[in-house]
Every structure is written in structure tokens, then in C-alpha cells.
């Protein structure tokens, strides 16, 4: 549609055809820009819903934990919170992705206006068509603007698609991100997926605390060793916060000493 549209414009008055296009540059910007904020909008609603759902499903499965510690108005103060900006951040990004189709209606209208100003004058002013070597005849002018408007409309078809291709182009950024993300835990060229435990799993010298308390004194292990042989059935014996399940997750190396 676009090029059909072009073709007949250029074939019934080129020059005319020309100064129409030169409408399009301003057009592909408009869209450009505000195409880039609802696009960034809609990244900033995603991440806020994934935040609430991660709230959600945090205190959920840990209900027990919750209501042993009597947290339950805490939780639901801050689910509010969240639910509440992730609204907010919603319906600005709602009027965005409507603003963008308003925007795009302007446009095509500032075009006509632009287009017909410039036929009164090539006709007020007799000027001549290159494609026939007389005056711009009325038929012309109406197809030249005609054939044009279809060419710049081929992309009023693109409108309704508009919200399919933005939610694909979120979704691309948030997988290209997950797949350009560098592991803080990194794997050395000597890493391997296979791990044999023949000769049992040693623990030595381990001085480890958490990444996120890393300023508190108190470290989970200090230089602690000890060794479960191949075989063994070993318990981890201690109590609550003694470090048992943080023993499992350095030997899954959720965490790197
Ligand atoms: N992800 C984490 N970030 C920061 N600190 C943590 C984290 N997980 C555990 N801790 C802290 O590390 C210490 C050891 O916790 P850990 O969960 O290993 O204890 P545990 O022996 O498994 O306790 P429980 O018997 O209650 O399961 C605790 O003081 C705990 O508060
Ligand atoms: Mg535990």
C-alpha cells in the first residue's frame, strides 16, 4: 500500500509528490519519540507488576514465618504500598498508549492540512505539473493528495498491531536481558556440569556471610572445615540460624566464598 500509493502519487505529480513526502520525516519522529515513552512505560508497568508479584508470592510461602512473627498487618501495609504505585505506574502508562494513538490521529490530520495548503498555492498560482507540462489540473491535485494520504495511511494499519509489536519488543528487552545478564557468580574455564562425589564433599577453612549483610559483624562460619564422606549419611545438627541451610546452599554455590 505504501509504495502502490507512492508510485500513482509520483506518476500523477512528482514535484507535488515530493513536498506531501516531506511531511513524513516529521511523522517518523513523532512516532519515534512518543513510540520510545509508551515503551518505557510499559517496561516500568512490567517491572512494577513483577515487584508486587513478588511481594505476593514471597509472603505466601512463607505465611508460617509471618504469622509466627505477627507480621501480617506489616505485609498487607506493604502489598497496599505496592499495589497502589503499581496503579499509579499503570494508568500513566494506559494514557500513554492511548495519547499514542491520539497523537498519530493529529498527524494524519496536520498532513491533510499541510497537503492542501500547498495544492491551493501550486493552483492559485498556476503552476505547472512536470507530468503533463500544464497547470495542476484539480483531478491531479486530488490524486496526488489522495495517493499520498493512502501511502501515509499504510501505516494507520499498523495502529492496531501497535500494542502487539511494543508488548513483543518489552518482552524481547526483558528475555535479551536475562540472556546478556553476567552471573555475579561467575564459571571458570575449569568448570564442570558433572560433579562426582566419590570422594565426598570437604568443607575447609569457610569464612562466609551473606553478600547483603556483608557490613554486620557476626560472619555464618568462621574458618569452619569438616568433611561428609562418600556414602555417610551425615546430619547437620544446630540450632535455628546456625547456618545448616546456608551449608546447603554454599555446596549448590548459590553464593561464592
Ligand atoms: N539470604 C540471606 N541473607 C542474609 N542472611 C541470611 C540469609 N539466609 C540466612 N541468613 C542468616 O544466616 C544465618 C544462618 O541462617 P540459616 O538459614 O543457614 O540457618 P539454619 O541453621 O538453616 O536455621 P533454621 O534451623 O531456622 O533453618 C541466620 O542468622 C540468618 O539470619
Ligand atoms: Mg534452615
Redesign the pocket.
Known amino acids: 500500500m505504501f509504495f502502490g500509493g507512492l508510485a500513482i502519487a509520483l506518476w500523477k505529480g512528482p514535484i507535488f509528490t515530493l513536498i506531501c513526502m516531506g511531511f513524513m520525516p516529521l511523522m517518523m519522529m513523532t512516532f519515534a519519540v512518543f513510540g520510545g515513552l509508551v515503551k518505557k512505560a510499559q517496561v516500568k508497568k512490567l517491572s512494577q507488576l513483577e515487584e508486587l508479584g513478588a511481594h505476593t508470592e514471597e509472603t505466601l510461602s512463607a505465611m508460617k514465618l509471618v504469622v509466627s512473627f505477627a507480621q501480617e498487618g506489616v505485609t498487607i501495609e506493604k502489598y497496599d504500598q505496592i499495589a497502589e504505585k503499581t496503579r499509579k505506574i499503570g494508568d500513566s502508562a494506559a494514557k500513554l498508549q492511548g495519547g499514542f494513538i491520539g497523537v498519530f490521529l493529529f498527524m494524519m490530520f496536520v498532513y491533510y492540512l499541510y497537503t492542501y495548503a500547498i495544492a491551493s498555492v501550486l493552483i492559485n498560482r498556476n503552476v505547472h505539473n512536470p507530468s503533463t507540462g500544464k497547470p495542476y489540473s484539480i483531478a491531479e491535485i486530488v490524486a496526488v493528495t489522495q495517493a499520498s494520504q493512502m501511502s501515509m495511511m499504510s501505516f494507520g494499519s499498523v495502529i492496531p498491531i501497535v500494542p502487539a509489536i511494543m508488548r513483543a519488543l518489552i518482552s524481547a528487552k526483558k528475555v535479551f536481558d536475562v540472556i546478556e545478564r553476567k552471573p555475579l557468580i561467575a564459571s571458570t574455564p575449569t568448570s564442570t556440569n558433572v560433579v562426582s562425589l566419590e570422594k565426598g564433599i570437604e568443607f575447609k577453612n569457610i569464612t562466609f556471610r ?1 553478600p ?2 556483608l557490613d554486620t559483624a ?1 560472619d ?1 562460619f568462621n574458618k569452619a572445615s569438616f568433611e561428609i564422606k562418600a556414602g555417610q549419611s551425615t546430619a547437620i545438627v ?10 546447603v ?1 554454599l555446596l549448590n554455590r548459590y553464593y561464592d566464598v
Request: positive net charge; proline residues 6%; glycine residues 18%.
Open positions: 551473606y547483603t549483610q557476626r555464618i544446630g540450632p535455628s540460624g546456625s547456618g545448616k541451610s546456608s551449608i546452599q
